[in-house]
Antibody, heavy 119, light 107 residues
Framework: QITLKESGPTLVKPTQTLTLTCTFS??????????VGWIRQPPGKALEWLAL???????RYSSSLKSRLTITKDTSKNQVVLTVTNMDPLDTATFYCVRYDSTTAVEYWGQGTLVTVSS | DVQMTQSPSTLSASVGDRVTITCRAS??????LAWYQQKPGKAPNLLIYKASSLESGVPSRFSGSGSGTEFTLTISSLQPDDFATYYC?????????FGPGTKVHIK
């Protein structure tokens, strides 16, 4: 059974750096073809694809947010970490951790974690 | 980036109606398109991948078609559980991008 769970702060101040951790089970990020990524959704708005990291450490980022995002993996811990620098109130969103497959796109989603940016 | 558009943005329909949602890409994505259903407060759920492949466990009233730049999601007979927001996503070109969503309301 594949599961993913996001963890991290629920409230951050403007200009701070957000660090979110995705802990997953039921698969290995060292398996060829597997990737884990992040998608966010501001309240009442659409989904926004953020970043993806592959089994071979290939990393892909949103064009508009690339300068602020870093995605890393710890295969031994079954974790993927996303950092977002210089947080702004407009970054308030639910952040989802996902498992991506090159054929089926996103079959598995975490429950999501709401991050609010406010002073 | 590949821009994804969806039409309509909202639609009102009745139980039993046939519903069609269109998704267009700003450049060809061959058939690397997925459809998701999202209900309030929940993570999205994959319905269709590779434009027309039905995800396991998804009711057969859902179907997808299209290739290149134009795609459709069809619900053959709308059920009460289908009132939700639907998103398309291209996964052919990085960065992968989503459409703005189509909200299906009860008429």
């Amino acid at each position: 059974q594949i599961t993913l769970k996001e963890s991290g702060p629920t409230l951050v101040k403007p200009t701070q750096t957000l660090t979110l951790t995705c802990t997953f089970s039921g698969f290995s990020l060292s398996t060829r073809g597997v990737a884990v990524g992040w998608i966010r959704q501001p309240p009442g708005k659409a989904l926004e694809w953020l970043a993806l990291i592959y089994w071979d450490d290939d990393k892909r980022y949103s064009s508009s947010l690339k300068s602020r995002l870093t995605i890393t993996k710890d295969t031994s811990k079954n974790q993927v970490v996303l950092t977002v620098t210089n947080m702004d109130p407009l970054d308030t969103a639910t952040f989802y951790c996902v498992r991506y497959d090159s054929t089926t796109a996103v079959e598995y989603w975490g429950q999501g974690t709401l991050v609010t940016v406010s002073s | 980036d590949v821009q994804m558009t969806q039409s309509p943005s909202t639609l009102s329909a009745s139980v039993g109606d046939r519903v069609t949602i269109t998704c267009r890409a700003s450049q060809t994505i061959t058939n690397w398109l997925a459809w998701y259903q999202q209900k309030p407060g929940k993570a999205p759920n994959l319905l269709i991948y590779k434009a027309s492949s039905l995800e396991s466990g998804v009711p057969s009233r859902f179907s997808g078609s299209g290739s290149g730049t134009e795609f459709t999601l069809t619900i053959s007979s709308l059920q009460p559980d289908d009132f939700a927001t639907y998103y398309c996503q291209q996964y052919n070109v990085y960065p992968f991008t989503f459409g703005p969503g189509t909200k299906v309301h009860i008429k």
